[in-house]
């Protein structure tokens, strides 16, 4: 089995799921309901049957239980293979057990299903699709095959050829289901766990480069007095030893040194200084840093910033916060990927809401994905137009998925729809094509009060 590179996302490997331990639990379990299934339909109700084979069955499974408990460490994982082969050994011992038992008629034939959904979760389709087509097989057989339960009397106990076949059908429909239902529960629920994972990766890397410049200003804060204190110190030696010159010339270099470091700080504080104040900026501060990666490759992006109906003539100060500069980063980039020239990033504001627009003039959403836009690992393999007009492209929703959740956890509500060029449009002036993205916060939600302090570096010695 090939598994993932260091860091890859994907949802296609999940073959070490299965933990040997737990899956030893769970037939531990089974196989204690199937022994009292059978001891009391013989002791109570009187039902005969091949005891000697039932229990040899039987002890094939606590033997096979016994070995995975004393002979494989408790972390144990299953492989793809191994696991395969475990649901097929469960399987046929279950399909034994019903042959000699009443076959398919016995009401503990349903126990088939077990296995089925279990590997739907943790096997590959094409390993959950052969198990479910042995399991079919076998069913057939002993439905056709199989040794009845017998009364005290030696009477069989038959049932009606019609229930026979129900009870076929019922089971054979209820593998297919089972397989289909489990696999696409988990298939969905491990896209989301991945693409929330990638989405934390995401946040984490932005508020890292968030914080450095703070961390760089504050270094450079704290270090700048000891250091005034050594270019004191040097200056004296440098003139105390003057009638030394070797040792003159070890303390100039000493005063030298300290001024570059004095020089090389100076400027580190500068860009945190300015980092820390870009953490209350103006909107289009906020579009032009989260666009600045991709404005130098060949599209022309245009924005604008315009008051709406009862908003302010200045522009809102809102926070910048670091889910809101990647979002909107990985929506400018979506626009930039697909736009065959331009791009539009436009904001507008009220007293109460904040509204950006994203345009481009490229082909625009795929009319059957506009839906499920927003979900993670989400492909239509027909797009064959848009791959031409962006032949590199291998994305599955995930860049947009990481966009959509970060703004969302900032109050952003957003909405992916396909800009309409015949509608009378000052800001695009018809040119706009492509897909359009607006989103809307309530200014109580992002803005902060412009006059308000920005606060002071906090020193890392006492």
Known sequence: MTLPAFGEISQDHRGDWVRLRTMTYVRMLALT????????????????????????????????????????????RLSETEAFLTFLFDIALLVCLLYLTGGITNPFSLLILAPIAVSAMALRPRSTLILSLIAIALVTLIALSYQPLRFDD??????????????????????????????????????????LLAAQMALSREQKLTDLGGVVAATAHELGTPLATIK???????????????????????????????????????AGKEDTHLRRAPIEAVLMEAAEPHLARGKEVHFQTIP??????????????????????????????????????????????????????????APQIIGAIGEPFIRNRRETGRLRHRPDYEGMGLGLFIAKTLLERSGAVLDFTNADPAAPDASTQGRATGAQITLVWSLSRISIDPVAPLGENTPFLP
């Open 33 to 76: 309901g199937q022994a009292g299934a059978v001891l009391v339909a013989h002791l109570y109700f009187g039902l005969q049957y091949e005891v000697t084979l039932v229990w040899l069955v039987m002890g094939a499974a606590a033997l096979s239980i016994l070995s995975s408990l004393f002979l494989f460490p408790q972390t144990k």
């Open 232 to 270: 004191l110190i040097a200056t004296e030696l440098e003139r105390e030893l003057r009638d030394k010159p070797e040792l003159a010339e070890d303390a100039m270099i000493l005063s030298q040194q300290t001024d570059r470091c004095r020089d090389i700080l100076r400027s580190m504080g500068r």
């Open 154 to 195: 030696g009477t069989a106990l038959v049932v009606p050829p019609l229930f026979a076949f129900g009870f076929w059908a019922a089971i054979v429909i209820g593998i297919l289901f089972q397989a289909f239902y489990a696999h696409r529960v988990a298939a969905e629920g491990t896209s989301l766990a991945n693409a």
């Open 308 to 365: 709406g109906t009862g908003g302010t003539a200045d522009q809102p100060m809102i926070e910048r916060r670091p889910e809101i500069i990647h979002g909107l980063r990985n929506l400018i980039q979506n626009a930039v990927d697909f736009a065959r020239a331009e791009v539009w990033v436009e904001a507008r504001w009220t007293d109460r809401h904040l509204s950006i627009r994203i345009l481009d003039d490229g082909p625009g959403f």
